[in-house]
């Protein structure tokens, strides 16, 4: 991996870390920063964040202990150097892509969200869409993001929805979703115009799920590297 493609990687970790514990802290969950990784601990299970390729031996530790609790449990390692299976845990990697500044086209009807109630219509959309488990329309997006620097909200319509995070000298896309009725009408790429707009002059970093993958190609997006998701 050459040095600018590193140098990415450990941009998309950070900004995904940074975007989890700006969702936790707003949602009123637990956020534990720990030497190497942080813990995100709410009602629906814990997330640990991987935040260094080697973060010594307390990660597994800490991972075995929630699981024992009986926590649900997700390791996101972006820089899949960890083995976990020795605690029973097992990986499904994910591409972690990357764009750099370039043009994008002017996203067709999409808005970003600046009211209470569309912020509510958006988490609807995204907890339907993705799917999110665990959350409804009125508490996956909690109204105090509004009022920060680092996210944004973009929605088309009815239709799609996305979470946006700047942080770390990059934008970062989540949620990328598009209500099933909706799909293959090119709801998906306009709402990824609007993001490369809204962050237009940085890189833009993200964690693509299979199915979404193409469109990211056509969007310019390299793969940067294959994170470990452990379960």
């Known amino acids: 991996m050459t040095g600018l493609l590193t140098v990415r990687l450990q941009q998309a970790c950070a ?79 994910l591409p972690v892509m990357v764009r750099e500044p370039a043009p994008a086209p002017e996203p067709a009807g999409v808005t970003r969200v600046e009211s209470p109630a569309d912020l509510v219509r958006a988490g609807g959309i995204v907890v339907e869409g993705f799917p999110l488990e665990h959350y409804r329309a009125d ?35 989540y949620w990328v979703a598009t209500l099933p009725e909706h799909r293959s009408k090119g709801v998906g790429r306009a709402l990824m115009h609007a993001v490369l707009r809204h962050f237009d002059g ?22 940067v590297g294959d994170a470990n998701w452990w379960r």
């Open 139 to 173: 508490d996956a997006f909690p109204a105090s993001l509004l009022e920060q620097d680092g996210p944004a909200i973009f929605t088309r319509g009815d239709a799609g929805a996305c979470l946006t995070m700047a942080h770390g000298g990059v934008g970062g896309a």
């Open 15 to 93: 900004n995904a870390t940074a975007m989890w514990a700006t969702l936790a802290r707003a949602r009123g969950h637990d956020v534990r920063e720990h030497d190497g990784f942080v813990v995100i601990d709410g009602p629906a299970g814990a997330r640990v964040m991987v935040t260094t390729p080697e973060p010594g031996d307390a990660l597994a530790e800490t991972a075995r202990g929630l699981r024992d609790a009986g926590r649900g449990l997700v390791v996101e390692d972006a820089f899949a150097t960890l083995d976990l299976t020795g605690i029973g845990l097992t990986a499904r990697q």
């Open 202 to 223: 940085l890189p833009v970093t993200l964690t693509a799920a299979r199915p979404g993958k193409p469109l990211y190609d056509s969007l310019g997006f390299v793969t």
